[in-house]
């Protein structure tokens, strides 16, 4: 919902560059434990680590962010994104 830039405000704008957080952090991202829209599913978990750029952002009511990024299959929370400096 915003970690960094607030509600309805993309963490990491179109064409940003970004990683793919760790396995532990995807693996919360999986059925049960993630019990919301668009839970990850096992082709993803092998992305952790990966660079790439967003290609699209959405928003579900509340604010949470998804992402389309490049290359890579699915949709993405934004807590399974991190900046790459």
């Not at 919360?28 to 096992?42: E, I, K, N, S, T």
């Amino acid at each position: 919902m915003g970690r960094i830039r607030g509600p309805y405000n993309a963490d990491f704008p179109v064409g940003s560059a970004v990683r793919i957080a760790g396995q532990e952090v995807l693996k919360g991202f999986q059925r049960p434990q993630w019990v919301y829209h668009h839970p990850l599913d096992a082709a993803q978990l092998e992305q952790a680590g990966r660079v790439t750029k967003v290609l699209e952002v959405g928003y579900y009511h509340g604010g949470d962010e998804m992402y389309e990024l490049e290359g890579i299959p699915g949709l993405w929370h934004e807590a399974c994104l991190e900046v790459v400096s």
